[in-house]
C-alpha cells in the first residue's frame, strides 16, 4: 500500500509540475505581445503622441459594437424578473443559482437583495412567505377594440 501512495505522490507532483510549464508556454506569446505593447506606449508618451481618448469617444481600433445579430446583453436587473416570471417565490440564494446556471452571471445573494430591494421600491416585486414574487402590471381599463358590429352597421 506505501508503493501505491508513494506512486500516486509522485505522479501528482509530475501532473502539477506538467500544468505549470503548459500554463507558462500557453502564456508566452500573450506577455510578450503586452510586453511590445507596452514599450510601444510608453515610447509614444515620451514623444509627446499620446492622444488620450474621451469617454464617449470610441478607439478607431475597438471592436463595432454588437448589433441585432448574436446573444443580447442583459442586466441582473433583467435576468431577475425572468428567473421570478418563470418561478415564482425564489429566495435571494435560489435566485443567484439560477443566474449562474441558466446565464452563467456569478452573482452573490446579497447582490440579488440589493437589486430585489430596489425592485420592490419600484413595486415591481414584493415579497411572499419566504420567497420573491413578480409583480404583474394589470391594467384596469378594458382595451378599446372597435367592435365588429360597428364596422357593420357603417357598411
Not at 84 to 110: K, M
Request: hydrophobic share 40%; glycine share 6%.
Amino acid at each position: 500500500m506505501a508503493t501505491t501512495y508513494k506512486y500516486l505522490l509522485r505522479r501528482r507532483a509530475e501532473l502539477e509540475t506538467r500544468v505549470v510549464e503548459a500554463r507558462q508556454r500557453a502564456q508566452a506569446p500573450f506577455e510578450s505581445e503586452l510586453r511590445a505593447i507596452a514599450l510601444a506606449l510608453e515610447a509614444l508618451e515620451r514623444a509627446g503622441m499620446a492622444d488620450p481618448l474621451t469617454a464617449d469617444e470610441p478607439a478607431a481600433f475597438a471592436p463595432p459594437t454588437p448589433g441585432k445579430r448574436g446573444r443580447r446583453g442583459r442586466s441582473t436587473r433583467d435576468m431577475i424578473l425572468m428567473a421570478l416570471r418563470c418561478a415564482p417565490g425564489l429566495n435571494e440564494a435560489e435566485i443567484a443559482r439560477q443566474l449562474d446556471h441558466r446565464w452563467s452571471r456569478p452573482v452573490t445573494p446579497v447582490a440579488v437583495g440589493r437589486e430585489l430591494e430596489r425592485l420592490a421600491a419600484e413595486a415591481r416585486v414584493c415579497r411572499s412567505g419566504a420567497g420573491w414574487i413578480r409583480v404583474e402590471e394589470t391594467i384596469n381599463e378594458p382595451e378599446t377594440r372597435p367592435s365588429l358590429d360597428l364596422a357593420a352597421q357603417g357598411r
